[in-house]
């Protein structure tokens, strides 16, 4: 059973900064492919970026594109969100969540994880 914690959430304005973190309870074969997720109330849980733990592979939505980045630190069993030029609409509860197979199509849809954290909550203010 792999564990994840997310921390790093809080308040901020518009424009600004937050780091999100995930750490996993331990590194396994389980954790092949980790993706942040977000979920504003009455909405959907929204994909917002994925990586490849083997390549470091990134993968993101188009709306957080250029602002957000996905990395990684093994050697931590951790992974970040850094999120620049945040705005109001990026407001939601952040989850990261973990599966074990490699394959990127599909990596926004949320029934392919095995295992969640969870969340973290993200308000920007305008």
């Known amino acids: 059973q792999v564990q994840l914690v997310e921390s790093g959430g809080g308040s901020v304005q518009a424009g600004g900064s937050l780091r999100l973190s995930c750490a996993a309870s331990?590194?396994?074969?389980?954790?092949?492919?980790m993706g942040w997720f977000r979920q504003a109330p009455g909405k959907e849980r929204e994909g917002v970026a994925a990586i490849l733990i083997r390549t470091g592979s990134t993968y993101y939505a188009d709306s957080v594109k250029g602002r957000f980045a996905i990395s990684q630190d093994n050697a931590k069993n951790t992974v970040y969100l850094q999120m620049n030029s945040l705005k109001p609409e990026d407001t939601a509860m952040y989850y990261c969540?973990?599966?074990?197979?490699?394959?990127?199509?599909?990596?926004?849809?949320?029934?392919?994880?095995?295992?969640w954290g969870q969340g973290t909550q993200v308000t920007v203010s305008s």
């Open positions: 331990e590194y396994t074969n389980r954790r092949v492919f």
């Open positions: 969540a973990a599966d074990w197979r490699a394959y990127a199509g599909d990596w926004w849809k949320a029934d392919r994880y095995n295992y």
